[in-house]
């Protein structure tokens, strides 16, 4: 993926469009987990100053994308099998059941807005582009979590989401495998609009446990 210099933009859009960038070099693997690297050697890769790197690498940080290293950097998040598990394993509390108790709460109006974004998230995957297609699944999942009226949860789901959403996407993309992936959102709006609840829940737990081998894809 080419780097795109980043002094067209203006100052005020500069930590965004750097954070954006940061990000998607993460995702796709460009930078690597374990590894670090300093703002000015970024700065200078990206077409910027080590400013905008070290004030974008404020909003990676919360997102558990990167740590900061004293003195050198930042490390890019690695994650052993063990944490993956763990994670998936409190998705599977959380998710299913929440989103099978969605199912009776969505107005029927809202179901086509749920279908759209359903589809922009398999368009990003036809596009190719990494970050867009984790912003549009956490946006349609998070949507469906926030008809529970369950705020901390979707807090806690959002938390998950970002600590793992890096792991298995390139891999994926590269196999030609992330179209197929991103259209089973479109068999839970199928499942959502047929008032379903318990298909809703398996597709969920499906989705989870496919999603957590495709991480330990190679």
Do not use: C
């Not at 469009?17 to 690297?37: D, F, H, K, M």
């Amino acid at each position: 993926m080419s780097i795109t210099n980043l002094r067209q933009f203006d100052k005020t859009s500069l930590r965004e469009q750097v954070t954006r960038a940061l990000r998607a070099a993460i995702v796709a693997g460009e930078l690597e987990p374990g590894e670090v690297y300093s703002a000015p050697v970024l700065g200078e890769r990206f077409g910027v100053s080590a400013t905008p790197v070290r004030e974008a690498m404020l909003d990676l940080v919360r997102e558990n994308l990167v740590t900061t290293v004293p003195n050198k950097g930042y490390r890019v998040t690695e994650m052993d099998e063990a944490e993956l598990d763990d994670i998936t394993e409190v998705r599977m509390l959380i998710e299913p059941p929440l989103t099978a108790k969605a199912t009776a709460l969505i107005p029927a109006g809202d179901l086509p807005e749920l279908r759209e974004l359903a589809q922009a998230i398999v368009d990003e995957a036809a596009a190719g582009d990494l970050v867009a297609y984790t912003e549009a699944d956490r946006a349609f999942h998070l949507r469906i979590l926030g008809y529970t009226g369950n705020g901390r949860a979707a807090a806690i789901v959002s938390d998950l989401r970002a600590n793992t959403r890096l792991y298995g996407l390139a891999n994926l993309s590269e196999a030609g495998l992330l179209v197929e992936s991103a259209r089973e959102h479109h068999a839970l709006v199928d499942a959502l609009q047929a008032r379903d609840a318990d298909r809703v829940e398996t597709l969920m737990r499906a989705h989870i446990s496919q999603t957590r081998g495709r991480w330990a894809m190679p």
